[in-house]
């Protein structure tokens, strides 16, 4: 089988290509990224390795570059990890967004058409159905929840949702959307909460937190996110959205208290900062359908995962200092630019 990953340079999708390389041993994983900021090459340094592994710089909004790709790898599964994916950034400036996350993911989908795939896999999130009151722990995000966006982040990947169904609807393509939640671990560009936190902490500076802290993120370690989209993509009814999460609700300010308590520094460090615009106050998944459809158990619970993360974190300086650094923009040149 041959698995086509866009925006593999990213966290996820990083971290889903090495999921799938280790498991299947007869796959081979052809590689889609436009090396934004967010992307990274040197986090698939080991897979470039791998002669199962080919890396292809380009645009998901770029018909001609994506036609070419599919001609020559003939995808049987396209995976859609591709996305400007940063909601502060989405405030700042929409259009790139819109570009990405909607023409990028309807461009994929006219290549899907033209060259036949047997699924298209859209990584969804959690943010396109807005978000729960604090005082209603009882609510959670089912399938059925209706699409209510509050970002031109959310409303860009609500926006690819919607196409990805009408696609199935209109013209049969064959598809799968998940949407998750908030994902942590390995590879997580230190601009998300946790790794922004991790890394300003072990050097001392202050912890800005947006408003009161009190709002909640239902946290999944990015290993458990790899092996539900692996399950929904393979086996998972067509036409069909799946949830993810696991039950691990907590509000930004316990997160980034634990990671103090974690690294052993002092909460004085937490500064509150003016909170973002349109800020969503709580996320939480229901995840009964894919569990009782696909059978799907997250196996990392937060206490774990955060410290494996912390741990991931303090051994991998380099991975987070080229970043900081911008060091990690010239892998690509370093890796490609005489060939
Ligand atoms: P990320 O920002 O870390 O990575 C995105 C990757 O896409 C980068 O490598 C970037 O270079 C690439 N990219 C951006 N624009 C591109 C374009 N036009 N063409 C080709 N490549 C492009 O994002 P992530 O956190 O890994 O998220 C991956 C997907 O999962 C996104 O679709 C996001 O919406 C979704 N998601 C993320 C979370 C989360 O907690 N991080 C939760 C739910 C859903
Ligand atoms: P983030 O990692 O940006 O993910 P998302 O907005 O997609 O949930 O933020 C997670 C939560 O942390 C969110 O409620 C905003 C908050 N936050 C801060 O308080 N300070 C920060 O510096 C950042 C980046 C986020």
Request: hydrophobic share 35%; with cysteine.
């Amino acid at each position: 089988m041959v698995i086509l990953v866009t925006g593999g340079a990213g966290f996820i999708g990083s971290n889903f290509i090495y999921y799938e390389l280790d498991k299947y041993a007869e796959d081979r994983i052809v590689c889609i990224d436009a090396l934004t900021y967010a992307g990274n090459l040197e986090t698939l340094e080991e897979a470039l390795k791998n002669e199962r592994f080919v890396f292809y710089r380009g645009d998901i909004a770029d018909g001609e570059f994506v036609n070419g790709v599919f001609a020559k790898e003939h995808p049987d599964i396209v995976v859609n990890f591709a996305a400007e994916s940063h909601v502060d950034r989405s405030i700042e400036a929409p259009d790139i967004f819109l570009r990405t996350n909607v023409i990028g993911t309807m461009t994929l989908l006219e290549a899907c058409r033209k060259y036949g795939i047997q699924r298209f896999h859209q990584v969804g999130t959690d943010e396109v159905y807005g978000d729960l009151p604090l005082d209603r722990t009882d609510l959670f995000f089912t399938e059925e929840t209706p699409i209510h966006t509050s970002s031109p982040y959310s409303a860009s990947k609500a926006a690819a949702d919607l196409l990805v169904l009408a696609y199935h609807r209109t013209y049969g393509l064959p598809v799968t959307i998940s949407r998750c939640s908030n994902n942590y671990g390995p590879y997580h560009f230190p601009e998300k909460l946790i790794p922004l936190m991790i890394s300003r902490a072990l050097a001392d500076e202050s912890l800005p937190v947006y408003g009161s802290g009190e709002n909640v993120r239902d946290w999944l370690y990015v290993k458990d996110h790899c092996s539900a989209i692996d399950l929904v993509m393979r086996k998972g009814r067509n036409g069909e959205v799946y949830n993810i999460g696991g039950h691990n609700e907590r509000t930004n300010l316990q997160v980034v208290k634990t990671i103090l308590k974690e690294l052993g520094k002092p909460e004085t460090l937490i500064t509150y900062v003016k909170d973002r615009p349109g800020h969503d106050m709580r996320y939480a998944i229901d995840p009964t359908k894919i569990r009782s459809e696909l059978g799907w158990q997250p196996e990392t619970s937060f206490d774990d995962g955060i410290k494996q993360t912390i741990r991931w974190y303090l051994d991998n300086r380099t991975w987070w200092e080229h970043i900081l650094a911008g060091d990690y923009r010239n892998y690509y040149e370093r890796m490609y630019g005489d060939r």
